[in-house]
């Protein structure tokens, strides 16, 4: 018996007998390590038994298969070989044997050895080959490398690898460029004519296990069985050992035309079904410009929907999808859009619609814009009315607040001084108005103020004086005059306080906070510069009238 047929009923032999001895011990360890090559994990026993081990049975009758293939002597030559088709063949058998033995080396040390034994195989694959034409030959180089550069850049990046390669259209790319590689590698072995019908079908064969290993996975949803779907991938081993076997034609020999590999019906219906099993039906189809990355950071992540001026025309059905779809819903693009478009002509018919008019007027602005123009305004034009809204309103306080001080007037006019002010305050919430240093911090002044805070009129501490005046729904006039020196008694009789206190000034420099909206400015109170000063303040309902005078030593 040859080696390969040895090899193979050995192989089918012990898998069998594996198989067995779990059915004996109740556990599917064995025949695991026996069709798997490495130890299961802890799903294999929460997985059914019998389903298990009819799966490794299976496995291994194919790997009993792919020893037949692989281990089979080369085909007997045609010719002398060329010393390209003798390095291809020596690679070749390589790689099956590095695919085979099962690795534990790190992930960049494993990357890095595949890609040494199939680039060079693929470049000399190109340079072997008869019957395409140069320009074929160097398109399915260039596609060859596609996959092996993502590989590279993802083993050495790994989370930083480059733009293109990082996003699912740039895994898609790749993925589409090893495919189209490996029909144009058979398409190459076909137009060559040295390569068997059987090896070429089995080249075809190796598109279905994609599909398979994902058809198994829709249905068992990441089960034991997709594990052993996944180590049946074998046609790719099969594949390279028959093509190293059968590279056994010298290139000068006229290569022969076969008749085209012609695939089985049964086994065509078969692979359809399947691929529409996996596909499944687009039950949400997607407008081309709405297709979404896993992240979905396509749409716009805010509360509110954009303004229809500030969206291209060609963009705002997307922007309108953004705003309506939501992840835990199912809903096409086209639905939505038509629901959309239906509420549009229930608005412009008078109907109530349960749909934000912002909302609608990315669909149809100019039925929107009837009933709100203000919709369709841009960002910018509504900022700008914002901001001369605000200063009309700014300029109208100021007016109010003019008016209000003219009305003020001097409670004492016969104490004339250079220094002094008339401004009118509303108390609208309790707060009071303060003199304080201008150069000091006061917010240590502030806290023992307000800790010791009591109903007094007037506190001051330091450098900083607080006036609390009754809350009430008018301004309070308040004067605030500066003196080189103590004032002449006031006669009390028309006022209903009276206090004074002393306020230190360090910088020399004492001043009033604005009171009014109309920005009138108090004078300096302090006139004798840096030192310690008497604030005498009287007040009564709607008048204040403070006087600031340099303290006696």
Known sequence: MRLHRLAAAAYFAIALGSVVLGLVVGSATPAWLVTMWYPPGEAVGRSPLLPVLGGLLLLGLVNAWMFWQVLRRPAPAGGPMGRAARWLRVLLYADVVWLLIPSYLPDLVETVIGLALWVPALVLLTVVVTGSGRFFRLALLLFGLVEPVRAVMDALADDAQPLIFAIP?????????????????????????????GTLLVGVGTFASPFLVALVD????????????????????????????????????????????RVPTAVTAVAAVALLMVVGPEYAPRLTYTWRSEGGMDCWLRSTPP??????????????????????????????????????????GGEPVR???????LLCPEVIGRRHPELLLSSAQVERQQAEERSRRREQLRREARAEDARCRDPWPALRTRFQATASYYDWDGQPYGIYDAEADTSGDAETIWDAYSA??????????????????????VTAKALRSAPPPLRRRGWDKVVEADIVSGSGRLVMQTLSASRVRF???????????????????????????????
């Open 169 to 197: 259209v740039g895994v898609m790319v790749a993925g589409v460029a090893a495919l189209v590689m490996m029909v144009m590698v058979l398409l190459a072995q076909w137009r060559d004519g040295r390569w068997s019908r």
């Open 218 to 261: 829709a249905l068992t949803r990441g089960s034991t069985i997709e594990s052993i779907a996944e180590a049946m991938d074998v046609l790719y081993v099969v594949w390279l050992a028959r093509t190293a076997s059968e590279l056994n034609r010298e290139l000068n020999c006229e290569p022969r035309r076969p008749a085209p590999p």
């Open 307 to 348: 303004r229809v001026a500030d969206i291209p025309v060609h963009e705002r059905d997307r922007a309108y999808l953004c705003s309506v779809s939501k992840p835990d819903r199912e809903i096409s693009d086209q639905e939505l859009i038509g629901k959309g478009k239906a509420a549009c002509a229930r608005f412009a």
């Open 355 to 361: 749909a934000r008019p912002a909302l609608l007027a």
């Open 456 to 477: 007094e009129t007037l506190a001051v501490s330091g450098q900083l004086a607080l006036i609390f005046t009754p809350a009430q729904d008018w301004a309070t006039c």
């Open 523 to 553: 004078p300096d109170l302090a006139r004798g510069g840096p030192g310690r000063y008497r604030l005498r303040l009287y007040t009564r309902e709607g008048v204040d009238l403070i006087l600031v005078y340099p303290a006696r030593r």
